[in-house]
């Protein structure tokens, strides 16, 4: 996309050309997560615990992906509204360089405490059984997400959204492919899973990495930009820190869900891991759409086009609210057909389906905290969009899950999280007003 088409194109065409695409390849990673849940659920319960538990475990390798790499998405659409294509490709390569570094040194990590990790994110002895091969095979998988996830975040800055989306794509495609082939056809079990998804995110490195280097990309991702200082660091870590704080608490998070829900056994495990795929998907929508709204954000705040940039986020938030409220809707109405797809199991449907529906509540103001959350990420402001998110995942539901299940036992598990959301929506709200001075942004 040529980057003037960020300060002329009509805003609703603009925010959907850069949307959409991102929508889809996050849906399409979300989808194969559930694709993924259906065909290892055919080993049994034990094997869908085994999943929930290693996946805030491998989500928080790719945090640093996500925390680097909205940093220098933010910083690069920025610098492309100033009209500075060479300093945008050395914070590019420094960025990328620096998170593939930190992420295997992560991975490294992990594996050697792999055993009190399983244990702290809730397995209990029979899951542990399946959960230790396939963490050790999804930890290479991480390495290599980090890689396409944070080149995604730097093409997506200068508009190349259908390219994220392709590679998004293809590496589901090709997961899903090789799921049955690996879990029964070769009798791999979980493992098999496990390597279908390495393969899978091998293959989207790939053409990433091809595309940026012979494509039509004009950000460079090359090591001879390779320029690390305190300035580059500073500016992509002051909103890159928060995010990486935001995602490390959500997996906290999930781990404390997991591992207070296997106090009432392996059946509010899975019940819960169920529904929070069903929720990611829903929720990668608005998270697929917001990150196409950031650029536009970033290059209108970059070159003092305040009134574009409230129009776009005006836009943005009529949007992502209606999907919310219309999704939620529907699943709230096929909740049981949809849940009865992961489990025959009576018990872990009626754990399953009391936590959709209190999550759900609240879900629908999901869109709203998004696009302010992405807004400040957008326009430098790291204050106002760590604490919009760390509220959310951290701050409120931590504390809310450590006490509430002393009160209302599991359904105190549940609550946490709803009753987070609304203070994190409370909040949000206070900042939109303090942060609109006389009809725009450029006081904030």
């Known amino acids: 996309m040529n980057h003037e088409n960020l300060k002329t194109e009509k805003i609703s065409s603009l925010v959907f050309k850069l949307g959409v695409p991102a929508t889809i390849g996050m849906l399409v990673i979300a989808f194969y997560n559930l694709v993924d849940t259906y065909f290892v659920a055919g080993l049994g319960v034990e094997a869908v615990g085994a999943a929930t538990v290693v996946f805030p475990i491998s989500m928080s390798i790719s945090s640093i992906a996500f925390a680097i790499g909205t940093g220098t998405s933010s910083y690069v659409s920025r610098l492309l509204g100033e009209k500075d294509l060479v300093k945008a490709s050395v914070v590019a390569s420094t960025s990328y360089f620096t998170s593939l570094l930190l992420s295997a040194l992560l991975a490294l990590l992990c594996a050697f405490f792999m055993k009190q990790l399983l244990y702290g994110f809730g397995a209990t002895a029979s899951i542990f059984e399946y959960a230790y091969d396939y963490a050790l095979i999804v930890l290479i998988g991480s390495v290599l997400n980090v890689g396409t996830v944070s080149a995604n975040h730097i093409i997506r800055s200068e508009g190349l959204a259908k390219i994220s989306m392709i590679s998004m794509i293809m590496g ?3 997961n899903i492919l090789l799921d049955p082939i690996f879990i029964y056809t070769l009798d791999f079990g979980i ?3 496990a390597w279908a998804t390495v393969i899978a995110q091998f293959c989207s ?11 039509k990309a004009q950000v460079e991702i090359a090591f001879k930009h390779f320029k690390p200082t305190k300035a580059i660091y500073y500016e992509v870590l002051k909103i890159g820190i928060p995010v990486l704080f935001y995602h490390l608490l959500q997996n906290v998070s999930m781990g404390i869900i997991n591992n207070q829900a296997s106090l009432y056994g392996d059946y509010a495990v899975a019940a819960i891991g169920i529904v929070t795929r069903i929720l990611t998907l829903l929720s990668y929508v608005v998270f697929g759409f917001s990150k196409g709204y950031q650029p536009i954000a970033g290059y209108c ?3 003092k086009m305040y009134d574009r940039l409230n129009e776009a986020t005006n836009f943005t938030l009529k949007v992502l609210t209606g999907y919310c409220i219309l999704s939620a809707g529907i699943v709230l109405i096929f909740g049981y057909p949809l849940l009865g797809l992961f489990s025959q199991s009576t018990a872990v449907l009626v754990i399953a389906h009391k936590t959709l529906v209190l999550w759900l509540i609240t879900y629908i103001f999901l869109g709203y905290q998004m696009t302010y959350i992405t ?3 957008s326009i430098g402001k790291a204050r106002e969009s760590a604490l919009l998110g760390l509220c959310r995942q951290g701050l409120c539901l931590i504390p809310l899950l450590l006490i509430l299940p002393h009160f209302f036992h599991l359904n105190g598990i549940l609550l946490a999280q709803a009753t987070a959301d609304i203070c994190a929506l409370t909040l949000t709200i206070y900042f939109k007003r303090k942060s609109y001075v006389k009809g725009h942004l450029g006081v904030i």
Do not use: C, N, R
């Open 172 to 174: 589901a495609i090709i």
């Open 191 to 193: 493992k098999g899973a």
């Open 205 to 215: 490195l790939a053409f990433i990495m091809l595309y940026v280097q012979f494509g």
């Open 301 to 303: 705040y970059g070159s």
């Open 375 to 377: 807004l400040f990420m």
